[in-house]
């Protein structure tokens, strides 16, 4: 399988099966939408028919050994070795938990997929005794992990700040007798940040991810508190100091559009001048009813922007600056392992979410699904065939991914969205993927620049 398109005036070649990035000419690109293997020793008469107005027929035919000189180097329409994985070693051990500190929050983003922070069940917060459960549970599920994940989220995890200090101190007790090591990530929305709360994050998240939506206008029209005023001139100071302080240690700034903000590169330049320079800025996702969803009308548009945000990165870079934008950051080089590839987060299988009740579901996103509640801490319980169904799904088994060139860095895309915007987790959400393959031709066309450069 082979993608090709065209980006800033460059011909991109892209072989889906081995990863192989090339940069072709107009004859060649325009070869290869009639050419196929296999392939004849001479360009068939047929396809010199249909190329000679345009080009003369030394080029085509210089242009047709290239191409099958890369195929049988193995450079071109390579083989899929990755389908005979994708049902082997299909369940995991469990090694990351999303934990529901707190249904609750100080916010009230209209956009909220989690009801305003208390997913529908009722405002609660975790306690010390759920908390230690599910890090008890972790361990008992990561058999043959060393490395386990937990992330603190919410609502707004802050609100129950003493427990979190409890679940961790106790997670770091139990690393000695157990060999485990755990790695904590934060998800904060900055309204309650102290100085002795940063100076406490800044110490033990591994990972700390700060949301907020870009311009004061953009994050305020969303971002509101609950009397209805906005939150920006509270968080962004807050989170310049906890970034300032933190180091090299890993952060981002999680943002999102909705069609109020189609212009969103603009958000995260000023992200950029202030302070940030790893930055996400994602589309949110919403029924086509809803008055700030985004829908098809708004895919052109939104090219235009990731374009435009290229462009802007790319000027950035030949001054020696750098952003390091999260859906712009590609491997090319097949770095992660053939489950990643094939599987993406892993949920429901490698990583599951506890709820203040103790409830345990595939992610974050399904929380209030009763359908796909796995299971309950006090109970004892847990669904393994949820947890062989969730293993089960990867781009093999979603019948959009099968024939998609992007399957293999999206890993088949965000199986809530399918779940809640098609009602199967097998379904791709096709507003979702068409979004994706936009960024991914970008981030490709910004490692061509790099390639082109000599970097």
Not at 342 to 353: A, K, T
Request: charged fraction near 30%; glycine fraction near 8%.
């Amino acid at each position: 399988m082979i993608h090709r398109f065209k980006a800033k005036e460059i011909n991109i070649l892209l072989d889906v099966n081995s990863g192989g990035v090339h940069i072709i000419d107009d004859v060649t690109y325009d070869l290869l939408e009639w050419v196929k293997p296999p392939f004849p020793g001479e360009c068939p008469q047929e396809i010199l028919s249909k190329l000679l107005p345009s080009y003369p027929k030394e080029e085509i035919d210089e242009a047709y050994q290239e191409i099958l000189s890369l195929y049988e180097e193995k450079m071109l329409y390579c083989e899929d070795n990755y389908s005979g994985f994708a049902n082997t070693a299909v369940e995991s051990p469990i090694k990351a938990m999303c934990l529901h500190i707190a249904h609750d929050c100080n916010l009230r983003c209209k956009y909220c997929f989690a009801s305003t922070g208390d997913f529908g069940t009722g405002r609660k917060l975790m306690s010390f005794e759920t908390g230690k459960a599910a890090i008890d549970f972790l361990i008992e599920r990561s058999s043959g992990r060393d490395n386990l994940e937990v992330d603190f989220f919410g609502g707004e995890p802050m609100l129950n700040f003493e427990t979190v200090k409890r679940i961790v101190s106790y997670a770091r007790g139990r690393e000695k007798e157990t060999g485990k090591n755990f790695k904590f990530t934060m998800t904060t929305n900055g309204m309650i940040l102290t100085d002795e709360m940063i100076d406490y994050l800044n110490s033990e998240m591994h990972n700390i991810v700060l949301s907020i939506d870009g311009r004061r206008e953009v994050n305020d029209r969303m971002r509101v508190r609950v009397d209805g005023s906005g939150c920006y001139d509270k968080i962004l100071p807050a989170f310049q100091k906890l970034v300032k302080k933190r180091g090299e240690k890993e952060y981002y700034v999680r943002g999102t559009y909705t069609k109020y903000n189609l212009d969103f590169s603009k958000d995260v330049m000023h992200l950029y001048e202030c302070g940030f320079d790893e930055i996400s800025v994602e589309p949110v996702m919403e029924s086509p009813e809803v008055e700030y969803a985004i829908t098809e009308e708004d895919l052109e548009h939104i090219y235009e922007e990731y374009d435009r945000l290229v462009d802007c990165i790319e000027e950035l870079r030949k001054s020696g600056k750098h952003i390091h934008f999260f859906h712009f950051m590609i491997d090319l080089e097949q770095g992660p392992c053939v489950v990643k590839r094939l599987r993406g987060c892993g949920s429901g299988n490698e990583y599951v979410s506890v709820t203040p009740d103790g409830d345990i579901y595939p992610c974050h996103q399904f929380v209030g699904h009763e359908e796909y509640k796995m299971g309950n801490l006090e109970e004892g319980t847990f669904n393994e065939e949820i947890k062989k169904e969730f293993a089960g799904t990867h781009v093999y088994s979603k019948p959009a991914c099968r024939d998609c060139w992007a399957k293999f860095y999206c890993s088949g895309g965000c199986n809530a969205n399918n779940y809640i915007y098609n009602g199967d987790i097998h379904k791709a959400h096709e507003l979702s993927c068409k979004i994706e393959r936009k960024r991914l031709e970008c981030a490709i066309l910004m490692k061509v620049h790099e390639m082109m450069e000599g970097k």
